[in-house]
């Protein structure tokens, strides 16, 4: 089978400025999202405690409801369904040091007349935890875009460094925006979903720019335009081909990798869709508008290569003791 | 071209090399290294523990000011006011000038790593700053040391105790069934097992219902309650002895057959419970136990040997973890929860089953998809994605790593990103096929023109993985460490053992039915 059969370069950067637009309004209201409905933490990175409890039969959420409530402590606590409805998570921003006692025994004992039921899960986190996690997290985002700058100039030039940069910040904070529009809580699973959109959105990008590489070596024509539209037309067989393969086993994972792991697919799912979208879209036109010039590149790799022919030539002489 | 070639030996190694160390962990055999199921697929009980150190310091002090009343006791010099202030400082004064010498040459031969300063007849003595250090990071270790002896004496499989940063403590306790044995265990951790022989004041004793904390402690006493009843006892501030001179502690049966806890003294402490006592006939020692007066017997004669016994109330199991915590040691400073979670054994099961069935249909959609759409050359792709999925497990089980369920993520992920460089090198063979290049000639170039692609992206998406690794904490590590393994497993597998397979397989590839072999109509291949 073969869906993208390679006759004509389409014609993309022509239409570079409406992606352009549509690329930064949805970044801009994904920021607007972001900034003002805000994260939705869960106890990783807010501290709290988490107990997941399973009935036989359907929860009486209400009987649950008014049971914790008896306890003022736990006034503020959230019960909700959990994938079905024989199973609740109790959410509170309480969480105890003593070991002796914590909120999974006291939970247990509110609990007592709500019917059968079993304790499946209690996940605590301290405020001071939770805060250090949430550096972490932070740092850990900062640290891979600037190794990933680091490597992309090092193979490429700075302008493809900073073009992969930005199509994945455009990734992440559409991703990011997702998650708050859909009110997916932030925890260290989700932490790990962005940064698996960052290296993939990479991924992708670095594809497409390999090809753009060869292009520059190979096309006659030096217009980068065209250069660029010829190259992505290429690639586009197997960046949408990779994705595909990649959205299924994503799509299975949201689908039946149970309700822990639900909010870790969905997040990725938006990220591979953005992702593949971005690397054909975004990345590209920013070289462009970087400026980033054929002809000076080709020069500077002409020159490249003149020094390390002279290099060798001066080796040689040497060797060969002329010098 | 040769047909059987390094790299498809190579390939062939690889996958006898997964498949045969991978064997023990599917099968989950007895022998053989294995992957260690993480906490939150095995059920069990994950906590991060903080310790507060500055009690350790206390507590010390009050040790060193025991050891300071013994002294001047053995050696007949007369002092008075001894007591400690905010908790780090001991104050006494002596009487007699002519002791002054020889006390402070006792006191530093005694205590090491404090400093003592004098005004006079009045002393002060205080730890020295290092000796702080020391004493906070000793109680850290001996905590984890106490810690894991009391988890191996309560009969629990591969508990894990390790000291976590500066100042944390990492337990990890897999196989617990229920919430009340979690919370069970959580208390033998948690208890302190403080013991404290302390004489009653009986001079004022009489006064304690309606003495207040601050009036004892003019008196240089404090003030416990009872472990059962509302009861109070005036008790002088400075213990006759501690814990730490305990040797052993067993559980016993009084004359009512109720469970008590007999332990013995070391010599020492044997002495000075023989000399307490001899001198205190007629007066009550209290049993203390972290802070809670357990009992208070009147001392009819001097008692030597050195066994106790501590009766109270005690359920069988309760009196049992009780001589654990007792025998294992005190903790010298208490430790609290700043992180914990907690997996029951049926989510464990579920969570395993749902990612296993996650798994299963991923591949096998990637599977069909790739042998669909490419062909045979798919089918070339899936023999890798298999070899790199047994690799993956291969690995893992040599070094013994965890496998959690975002690690089971990181392993459907790979599989979808694995094929990848399948997909890349497969396109490029097309290509040059279209362009009218022979089967050899395409598929060489296609390998050479996609190498460099598969490089960069693959590089790029390990440095996001291996920061993950080293930021991540607990779970997130195992993602990122599938992942980092399924990638460089798939450097070897999707490159090298797929170009193995061409070369071997190029003899029967008929240039005429490249809709069978690479899925395409191409016409001129030569």
Do not use: C
């Not at chain 2, 996958?15 to 962990?25: K, M, Q, R, T």
């Amino acid at each position: 089978m073969e869906v993208f059969k390679y006759k004509k370069p389409l014609s993309l950067m022509s239409q570079s400025k409406r992606f352009g637009i549509l690329s930064v309004v949805v970044v801009i209201l994904s920021l607007g999202i972001i900034l003002t409905k805000g994260f939705n933490y869960g106890i990783d990175f807010a501290g709290g405690t988490l107990v997941q409890v399973q009935y036989e039969g359907k929860a009486p959420i209400k009987e649950i409801r008014s049971a914790i409530s008896h306890d003022k402590h736990y006034e503020s606590a959230s019960v909700t369904y959990f994938g079905s409805d024989d199973e609740i998570v109790i959410r509170t921003k309480t969480s105890s040091k003593a070991l002796g006692e914590d909120v999974g025994d006291k939970m247990r004992a509110l609990l007592k007349d709500t019917g059968k039921y079993e304790i499946r899960r209690v996940d605590m986190v301290g405020a001071k935890v939770g805060s250090e996690l949430r550096e972490k997290g932070l740092m850990s985002m900062l640290l891979a875009i600037i190794g990933i700058l680091i490597y992309v100039s090092f193979r490429f030039e700075w302008r493809f460094a900073v073009a992969s940069v930005m199509a994945l910040v455009h990734d992440v904070t559409i991703a990011m925006g997702a998650v708050v529009l859909f009110n997916i809580e932030v925890n260290l699973d989700t932490l790990a979903a962005l940064l698996t959109i960052l290296g993939y959105s990479l991924n992708d990008t670095i594809i497409v720019f390999d090809r753009i590489r060869e292009g520059i070596k190979t096309i006659k024509n030096p217009d980068l335009g065209d250069i660029i539209d010829e190259s992505v037309t290429r690639t586009l067989s197997r960046t949408t081909l990779t994705s595909l393969t990649t959205f299924f086993v994503v799509f299975t994972l949201w689908m039946f990798g149970g309700e822990i792991i639900h909010g870790f697919g969905f997040t990725l799912l938006v990220g591979i869709i953005v992702g593949t979208y971005s690397s054909i879209f975004v990345a590209s036109p920013i070289l462009m508008w970087l400026g980033f010039s054929v002809s000076g590149f080709r020069e500077k790799e002409a020159a490249k290569l003149k020094r390390e022919k002279e290099k060798e030539k001066m080796r040689a002489m040497y060797e060969n003791g002329t010098i | 071209m040769k047909t059987l070639n390094y790299r498809i030996i190579l390939f062939a190694f690889a996958l006898i090399f997964g498949i045969v160390f991978s064997i023990p962990s599917i099968t989950q055999s007895d022998s053989g290294k294995k992957i260690t199921l993480g906490l939150d697929l095995q059920g069990g009980l994950h906590m991060l523990l903080g310790i507060k150190s500055e009690i350790a310091i206390e507590s010390r002090i009050k040790s060193m000011a025991a050891t300071v009343k013994y002294i001047f006791d053995d050696e007949e010099i007369i002092f008075d006011d001894l007591r400690i202030v905010d908790g780090k400082q001991i104050t006494f004064e002596l009487l007699d000038k002519d002791d002054v010498v020889k006390s402070k040459e006792l006191l530093k031969k005694d205590l090491e790593g404090t400093v003592l300063g004098e005004n006079g007849l009045k002393f002060t003595l205080e730890m020295t700053a290092e000796e702080v250090e020391r004493t906070k990071a000793n109680a850290i270790s001996q905590a984890v040391d106490t810690i894991r002896n009391r988890l191996n004496e309560f009969g629990l499989a591969e508990p894990t105790v390790a000291k976590q940063g500066e100042d944390k403590i990492l337990v990890e306790v897999p196989g617990i069934k229920t919430q009340e044995d979690e919370q069970r265990i959580r208390e033998l951790i948690a208890r302190a097992a403080h013991l404290q022989l302390m004489a009653v004041d009986e001079d004022r004793a009489a006064r304690v219902m309606t003495m207040d904390e601050n009036e004892a402690k003019s008196y240089g006493d404090v003030i416990l309650p009872d472990v059962a009843t509302s009861e109070r006892y005036l008790l002088r501030q400075i213990p006759v002895l501690d814990g730490s001179m305990l040797t052993d502690a067993k559980v016993g049966f009084d004359q009512n057959n109720q469970p008590v806890i007999n332990f013995s003294l070391n010599g020492q402490g044997a002495k000075i419970f023989g000399d307490f006592t001899a001198k205190s006939v007629g007066k009550r020692m209290a049993v203390v136990l972290d802070n809670k007066v357990y009992s208070a017997p009147n001392i009819r004669e001097r008692i030597g040997g050195g066994h106790v016994q501590i009766s109270g109330n005690f359920k069988l199991e309760e009196a049992a973890d009780l001589a654990i915590a007792l025998r294992s040691g005190a903790l010298l400073a208490p430790v609290y929860i700043m992180e914990k979670r907690s997996v029951g054994p049926s989510l464990g099961a579920d969570s395993i089953r749902s990612s296993s069935l996650a798994l299963v249909l991923g591949f096998i959609m990637v599977v069909i998809f790739m042998i669909v759409y490419y062909g045979a050359a798919g089918m070339v792709a899936d023999v890798a994605l298999i070899g790199n999925l047994f690799l993956i497990l291969a690995i893992m089980s040599l070094f013994g790593a965890t496998l959690t369920l975002p690690g089971m993520a990181g392993i459907v992920l790979t599989v979808g990103m694995a094929v990848d460089a399948n997909v890349i090198i497969t396109e490029r063979i097309r290509e040059l096929m279209h362009e009218g290049k022979s089967v050899a000639k395409s598929i060489e170039d296609g390998y050479d023109n996609a190498f460099t692609a598969i490089l960069d992206a693959n590089v790029t998406t390990l440095i996001a993985a291996v920061v993950l690794y080293v930021y991540g904490t607990g779970a997130i590590k195992g993602f990122a460490l599938t992942m980092s393994i399924g990638i460089l497993a798939s450097m070897l597998t999707a490159i090298v053992g797929t170009h193995g397979i061409y070369q071997w397989l190029l003899p029967k590839i008929d240039k005429n039915k490249l809709g069978f072999w690479f899925g395409i109509k191409a016409e001129g291949v030569k």
